[in-house]
């Protein structure tokens, strides 16, 4: 069965420090990959879109990572202030065009 | 744009009772899409919509939920009875299939079936 995997355990980081997380998936062939932040009582917010043929993506202090031969993604975020703790949920493009299937997040918190 | 707004923000029903979500896409955007989240399932693709026709609702919990979409402005959820087990925040988000598949979340529904 098709399945996305990010870290459920928090990532404490300290402000400054390269903040990494990993997206891997099983039996899914996705055209692209986008990753979202999402802020405690809000909706996601898009951030980055990779696609397949796409090795890498980035966009300000953000790095995004697409091996599609090891299944998984990267993303990455440098100089991390405390404004970047947020939840981050990877999603990748179901079978039928532009559906969505979401990762379950990776929580993310930057100590000053 | 006001991007995609979503009413109410909170709803509180007592089980049995019938719930109505509803969510105004982005104008412009011809792609909706109704979410659940919870902590233990995370965010579920409930139903989505293109150019106002139902696409795939295989995400669809059970009979008690339905989606509708009249026009390109206006889409509503509905569950008729309400359960505890219901409680969940429902998102909805929009896209513009043709050019973007990014999509826009609305501030969702916070619901909690008693």
């Known amino acids: 069965s098709q399945k996305i995997e990010q870290n459920s355990e928090a990532l404490n980081i300290q402000e400054g420090k390269t903040a990494t997380l990993t997206c891997n998936y099983t039996?899914?062939?996705?055209?692209?990959l986008q990753w979202y932040r999402q802020d405690p009582g809000r909706g996601p917010v898009f951030l980055l879109l990779i696609r397949e043929n796409e090795k890498e993506k980035r966009k300000e202090r953000l790095k995004v990572t697409f091996d599609t031969t090891l299944k998984q993604s990267l993303f990455h975020i440098t100089a991390s202030q405390p404004a970047d703790s947020a939840t981050y949920l990877c999603?990748?493009?179901?079978?039928?065009?532009?559906?969505?299937?979401f990762g379950g997040g990776t929580r993310v918190l930057v100590k000053p | 744009d006001a991007g995609v707004i979503q009413s109410p923000r909170h709803e509180v029903t007592e089980m049995g009772q019938e719930v109505t979500l509803r969510c105004k896409p982005i104008s412009g955007h011809n792609s909706l899409f109704w979410y659940r989240q919870t902590m233990m399932r995370g965010l579920e693709l409930l139903i989505y919509f293109n150019n106002n026709v139902p696409i795939d609702d295989s995400g669809m919990p059970e009979d008690r939920f339905s989606a509708k979409m009249p026009n390109a402005s206006f889409s509503t959820l509905k569950i008729q009875p309400s359960e505890p087990r219901d409680s969940a925040v429902y998102f909805c988000a929009s896209s513009f299939s043709q050019t973007q598949e990014t999509q826009y979340f609305g501030p969702g529904t916070r619901l909690l079936v008693l």
């Open positions: 999603a990748l493009e179901g079978a039928a065009g532009n559906k969505l299937t």
């Open positions: 039996n899914y062939s996705p055209a692209y």
